[in-house]
């Protein structure tokens, strides 16, 4: 990210917006990234050659927040009360302006075909947060699968929108599409002030909703589906100022929360017992126990048999001899925790904008005072500060990080990707020097590997834009600083 002494720089400066930069997001495996601004404009990013390939005003006023919606469709959340799903694929782009809101344009610039429309509460400031539809686990299907095949198929054509109420501020409404209509409203108190910064997303085989509020208090509840309500699984005010953003884990194990003051704050998100869990692996005495109950059954069935009793008589007197053997109903949470993680005091006010990257081991803000500072996710220690603008941003955002892509590299390759691509050991050196390799080799695992010239430029640039560790900064300045980092 930066030589040895000397302070990082940006990998490129993206220009072209007029107004500050409010969202940004990547989409599309880190092809594109989408900003918007406070004019209600978006630009999208193509990250190989760094240039606009889409363009257009998707709201009359300041945009509150942006976010993908699978490969073809972009949400966009404005202050114009409306909340926009836009369909926006390449073939879309080919006719798309690319005149940039800061040049002159003499033509209204085409807008890409609008899928749905909500008309939102937007007085909050409070942007969007969205979530698949979950899927339910059918019979003799482990969670798991579930989630790897029916929940794919329903985040491409469901989706709950949790936003402000439009009524009362401190509440929140769940919208579903693309039905477009409203699902729940959930009200978690009375005197919290306004909704500042909400999470929605699935734990367990309900929903599980965090939200930050005017006060500085965070809160996590879930939906019941047996009592039908929203029950509280943590609440605690770590802050004296408003919650301006929140960001969940990808493990959702925490979420962490910055505000106007100084403070971060580390969250826990209590674990939610499923209505439908039962244990995939029992232990040695659970195992003994149901030996042996298996036994006494067999016993007394035969017993019974012999004195000419049903079955049905004597499974129930047997229930009535071991009350122990009844099934126990599944126990749900019902302390509502009170403190938090871990907060710390960065002495720097007003660290707007918060996101956790992909891998869950670093997390950036977006600072009034112009800079980037990156953070450890298990310290909630500074590691880095990241200094080009001139004032303060606004927006971050993080691309997503491939699970390999962190490993240790040598001579610029994954030593695990090697091994497993080419069926050999990484080189090793020896003292003096030279390269080594284990002899042992299976050459059935070996893959041919084309030449360097049949990689177009196109290619490896696209290559290249995926694999970046990228870290997006919009400022007030109109710019947005792009970042290679750890």
């Known amino acids: 990210m930066a030589v040895e002494g000397r302070p990082p720089t940006p990998k490129s400066i993206l220009r072209g917006h007029k107004a500050q930069v409010h969202a940004a997001t990547f989409i599309r495996n880190n092809e594109r990234l989408v900003t918007g601004d406070a004019d209600g404009f978006v630009i999208a990013w193509d990250l190989t050659i760094m240039r606009p390939r889409a363009v257009w005003q998707a709201h009359d006023n300041a945009i509150l927040g942006i976010a993908g919606w699978g490969d073809d469709r972009i949400i966009t959340h404005g202050r114009d009360n409306k909340l926009i799903v836009w369909k926006l694929t390449g073939d879309d782009e080919a006719r798309m302006s690319t005149t940039l809101p800061l040049d002159p344009c003499t033509e209204p610039r085409p807008k890409p075909w609008i899928l749905h429309l909500l008309e939102v509460n937007t007085m909050n400031f409070c942007s969007f947060s969205y979530c698949p539809v979950s899927a339910p686990v059918l019979p003799g299907q482990q969670e798991d699968q579930s989630q790897d095949t029916a ?19 401190e509440a929140i409404d769940i919208f ?9 409203t959930v009200k978690l108190g009375d005197k919290n002030g306004m909704v500042m910064a909400v999470a929605l997303f699935n734990q367990a085989d309900s929903l599980t909703l965090v939200a930050g509020y005017e006060n500085g208090l965070a809160i996590v509840a879930h939906r019941d589906p047996v009592k ?48 439908n869990t039962t244990p995939t692996h029992v ?11 298996e036994e006494s059954n067999r016993s007394v069935n ?16 047997k229930a009535k001899q071991n009350p122990s053997s009844q099934p126990k109903p599944t126990l749900q949470p019902e302390e509502v925790l009170t403190h938090p993680l871990k907060t710390v005091n960065t002495k720097h006010a ?66 695990t990707a090697t091994e497993r691509t080419t069926g050999t050991q990484p080189t090793r050196s020896d003292s003096l020097g030279h ?48 970042w290679d980092v750890f």
């Not at 953003?245 to 194990?253: C, I, K, T, Y």
Request: aromatic share 6%; net charge positive; hydrophobic share 40%.
């Open 176 to 184: 579903h599409l693309p039905s477009q209509t409203r699902r729940h």
């Open 350 to 415: 007003g660290q707007q904008s918060i996101e956790i990257r992909s891998d869950g081991l670093i997390f950036a803000t977006a600072g009034w005072d112009s800079k980037i500072r990156v953070y450890s996710t298990k310290t909630l220690k500074e590691v880095a500060v990241l200094k080009w603008h001139q004032v303060g941003c606004y927006a971050v955002a993080f691309a997503h990080i491939a699970p390999n892509t962190g490993a240790p590299s040598i001579n610029g390759q994954n030593p």
């Open 151 to 169: 929940e794919e198929s329903k985040s491409e054509s469901e989706l709950l929108i949790a936003v402000p109420n439009t009524l009362a501020s």
């Open 302 to 317: 035969a017993a019974d048999k012999a004195a000419g009793k049903s079955l049905l008589g004597a499974a129930l007197a």
């Open 435 to 482: 390269g080594t390799q284990k002899p042992h080799m299976d050459n059935s695992l070996i893959t041919v590997v084309p030449k360097l010239v049949e990689v177009t430029v196109r290619d490896k640039r696209l290559r290249q834009a995926k694999a970046a560790h990228w870290l997006a900064a919009g400022s007030k300045d109109g710019k947005v600083s792009l």
């Open 283 to 293: 232990t040695t005495t659970q195992a003994d126990q149901v030996s042996g109950s």
């Open 228 to 275: 039908n309500d929203w029950v509280p699984l943590y609440q605690a005010t770590c802050h004296s100022q408003p919650i301006l953003s929140l960001s969940v884990s990808p493990a959702r194990d925490f979420f962490l929360t910055s505000s106007a003051d100084a403070v971060i704050a580390k969250h826990p998100l209590p674990p939610v017992v499923s209505q």
